[in-house]
C-alpha cells in the first residue's frame, strides 16, 4: 500500500489553544483527503476531507490545508476542547482505496 | 449520517475455531466495503476490499484463504477468521462506502475487538 506518514506522533495541548497536526503522503496521484479521530477502542470518525483541487477547507472548528508541493496535509483544530483527545489519521485515497497514516495522539490538558 | 454496525462488538475465542463478524450498513446502500484491521497504538491496515456479488480484492500479505470476506447484499459483509491463532488477535473494523455523486466518503462500524486464547 501506500505510505502516509505523520509528523508528531504526540501532541500535547492546553485547552482553549489551536491544535496543528501534520500529515505527509507518497503518492502524488492522490486526489482525495480525508482526517480521522478516533477514540479508543471505537472505529474512526470522519471529520473533514478535501479534494486535490483545493487548498483549503473549513469545518466547525476544524480546518485542512493541503499542500500539494510538497505533499503534506494538516489539520488544525481551533479552540481545542478535552474531548478533542483522540488520535488523529490523514487518509490518502487513489482509486477506489484509502491508505492511513500512522495516527497523531492529541492530549488536551485541562 | 450513514450508519455502519459491526457485530459482535467484542468475541473471545479458543486457538482453531473460527470466528465470522458481521458489518452492516444500516440506512444506505454499499457497494464497496472495506476490512481493515489496527494493532494497539497503530494505524488501520486494509486488508480487503469487497464489491457486492463479487470476490473480494485482498491486500498483499493477507491470507485470503484464512480471511474469508463474503459481500452478499448491498447492506451485509461479512469477515470468517478461519482457524484462528493469537497472533490474530486485534481490532477489525469495517466500512462502506456509497456510489453518490461526489461523494468518495466512508462511513466505518465501530470495531469489532477479537481475542484468541
Known amino acids: 500500500g501506500e505510505s502516509v506518514g505523520l509528523h508528531l506522533p504526540t501532541l500535547s495541548v492546553q485547552e482553549g489553544d489551536n491544535s496543528i497536526i501534520n500529515c505527509a503522503y507518497s503518492?502524488?496521484?492522490?486526489?482525495?483527503f480525508i482526517w480521522y479521530k478516533q477514540e479508543s477502542g471505537k472505529g474512526p470518525q470522519f471529520i473533514i476531507d478535501?479534494?486535490?483541487?483545493?487548498d483549503k477547507r473549513q469545518g466547525q472548528r476544524v480546518t485542512v490545508l493541503l499542500n500539494k508541493t510538497v505533499k503534506h496535509l494538516s489539520l488544525q483544530i481551533a479552540a481545542t476542547q478535552p474531548g478533542d483527545s483522540a488520535v488523529y489519521f490523514c487518509?490518502?485515497?487513489?482509486?477506489?482505496?484509502?491508505?492511513f497514516g500512522t495516527g497523531t495522539s492529541l492530549t488536551v490538558i485541562p | 449520517g450513514a450508519v455502519v454496525s459491526q457485530h459482535p462488538s467484542r468475541v473471545i475465542c479458543k486457538s482453531g475455531t473460527s470466528v465470522k463478524i458481521e458489518c452492516r450498513s444500516l440506512?444506505?446502500?454499499?457497494?464497496?466495503m472495506f476490512w481493515y484491521r489496527q494493532f494497539p497504538k497503530q494505524s488501520l491496515m486494509l486488508m480487503a476490499t469487497?464489491?457486492?456479488?463479487?470476490?473480494?480484492?485482498?491486500e498483499q500479505g493477507v491470507e485470503k484463504d484464512k480471511f474469508l470476506i463474503n459481500h452478499a447484499s448491498l447492506t451485509l459483509s461479512t469477515l470468517t477468521v478461519t482457524s484462528a491463532h493469537p497472533e490474530d488477535s486485534s481490532f477489525y473494523i469495517c466500512?462502506?462506502?456509497?456510489?453518490?455523486?461526489?461523494?468518495?466518503?466512508?462511513?466505518f462500524g465501530p470495531g469489532t475487538r477479537l481475542t484468541v486464547t
Open positions: 503518492n502524488s496521484a492522490s486526489d482525495y
Open positions: 478535501i479534494r486535490s483541487n483545493m
Open positions: 466500512s462502506a462506502r456509497t456510489e453518490q455523486e461526489f461523494s468518495y466518503e466512508q462511513y
Open positions: 487518509a490518502e485515497s487513489y482509486g477506489n482505496q484509502f491508505y
Open positions: 469487497s464489491n457486492e456479488g463479487s470476490k473480494a480484492t485482498y
Open positions: 440506512d444506505f446502500q454499499a457497494t464497496t
